[in-house]
């Protein structure tokens, strides 16, 4: 089945700076890649997603790129503000829509 | 928030127990898929039901059964609770395929 493994699991940046977090995935059929955020308490909320037939997508501070051939994908998020402080989930999805999720990223933002 | 709803909150059981978990999709969506969340890790896959049959399955045990309903509702049961199914359970809605999945709040199930 499919594996989707993710890093870092901590990442800690200065408010102002950018901040990267990079999964990949295991099979090659998977073609829906979304981000998800979730705070302490919280049910995980969709930050943004892109499909495989797209390499690029960008919605203000944060962007989601795919490199289908390599199978990773990445989360970027710049001029990083304290609020996105967060615990942040990669997944992979196929065509059935049965979503795998990394580990997480905990991302803290200090001012 | 999403429409998506689940009861109970809270639930704290004993090994061996049974246990039943609700869900109800949101508007419109006839998936929904079950995820357990332990502490500090990422969601894990349990299964999917669409338009009331499995759709897919994760890594679980048969003791982890579910049903939708024609509503699309839906309930996860698991069987022979042990110790280490303590953990969020989140169920998400969404239209069929690959697509924006909307997470409920999640039970939260102790078992002691």
């Known amino acids: 089945g499919e594996n989707v493994e993710q890093h870092p699991s901590t990442l800690s940046v200065q408010e102002g700076d950018s901040a990267v977090i990079k999964c990949t995935y295991s099979?090659?059929?998977?073609?829906?890649f979304p981000w998800y955020k979730q705070e302490l308490g919280k049910r995980p909320q969709l930050i943004i997603d892109i499909r495989s037939n797209v390499g690029e997508k960008k919605d203000q501070r944060i962007a989601v790129t795919l490199n289908k051939t390599a199978k990773h994908f990445s989360l970027h998020i710049t001029e990083t503000q304290p609020e996105d402080s967060a615990v942040y989930f990669c997944?992979?999805?196929?065509?059935?829509?049965?979503?795998?999720f990394g580990a997480g990223t905990r991302l803290t933002v200090k001012p | 928030e999403t429409g998506v709803t689940q009861s109970p909150t809270h639930l704290i059981k004993t090994r061996g127990q049974q246990v039943t978990l609700r869900c109800s999709s949101q508007s419109g969506h006839n998936t929904v898929s079950w995820y357990q969340q332990a502490l500090g890790q990422g969601p894990q896959f349990i299964f999917q039901?669409?338009?009331?049959?499995?759709?897919g399955r994760g890594n679980f045990p048969p003791r982890f059964s579910g049903l939708q309903f024609p509503n699309y509702s839906s309930e996860l049961n698991v069987n022979a609770l042990e110790l280490d199914d303590s953990a969020l359970y989140l169920c998400?809605?969404?239209?069929?395929?690959?697509?924006?999945?909307?997470f409920g709040p999640g039970t939260r199930l102790t078992v002691l």
């Open positions: 099979d090659s059929a998977s073609n829906y």
């Open positions: 998400a809605s969404s239209p069929e395929g690959p697509n924006e999945q909307f």
């Open positions: 039901y669409y338009r009331e049959e499995e759709n």
């Open positions: 997944a992979a999805s196929k065509v059935l829509g049965d979503m795998r």
